[in-house]
């Protein structure tokens, strides 16, 4: 392995701490929506029969605690990046976790993107475009200003890269 050679590692720096807000914010919109059709069913249901709708709220309930607890934490633990002199680096996931690394000399262009629950909470997405067919690599929950920076340094870099950019 030569000194320039890129290798799959765990990046360096975590994702901003209010992801974690954000990730349980979307969660919840979910699960709203989820558990809304479970409360027009109670309503409109005229056998009076209350126990199932009882079960099949408890249930809902419980999954959707668990999920907006667990799962915005334990993507935080995960949801890590760095961008070198030589690569993009990053580690994605909850369920399923994916390292991924791009070349520098291998990207086409970069992306940053703020929904309107990223804006509330200060936060910003970064899309690194590459040749490959895994697709773009996407650095989400970055603090806007730490994704300005990423931004305009990974665009330099790319700039001065001589590469076949394919």
């Known amino acids: ?3 320039d050679a890129v290798r799959l590692r765990p990046p360096m720096h975590r994702v901003s ?3 974690v807000w954000y990730w349980t914010a979307r ?5 709203i929506v989820l558990i809304a059709p479970q409360v027009i069913w109670w309503l409109a249901d005229s056998d009076g029969s209350a126990l199932p709708h009882l079960i099949v709220g408890a249930v809902w309930l419980v999954l959707a605690a668990v999920h907006l607890v667990v799962m915005p ?3 935080y633990r995960v949801h890590r990046w ?3 002199e030589t690569a993009v680096y990053t580690q994605t996931g909850w369920l399923s976790q994916e390292r991924r690394i791009a070349p520098i000399s291998r990207v086409q262009t970069v992306d940053s993107e703020r929904g309107p629950i ?3 909470f200060k936060l910003a997405n970064v899309t690194v475009t590459t040749a490959s067919a895994a697709g773009p690599i ?3 929950g970055l603090a806007a200003a730490d994704a300005d920076r990423l931004v305009a340094d990974l665009t330099t870099r790319v700039g001065e890269t001589t590469g076949d950019a394919t």
């Open 138 to 140: 996407k650095i989400d």
């Open 82 to 84: 760095e961008a070198t």
């Open 17 to 19: 701490p209010r992801a």
């Open 118 to 120: 990223e804006q509330l």
């Open 1 to 3: 392995m030569t000194a």
């Open 27 to 31: 969660a919840a919109i979910l699960w």
């Open 73 to 75: 934490q334990w993507r």
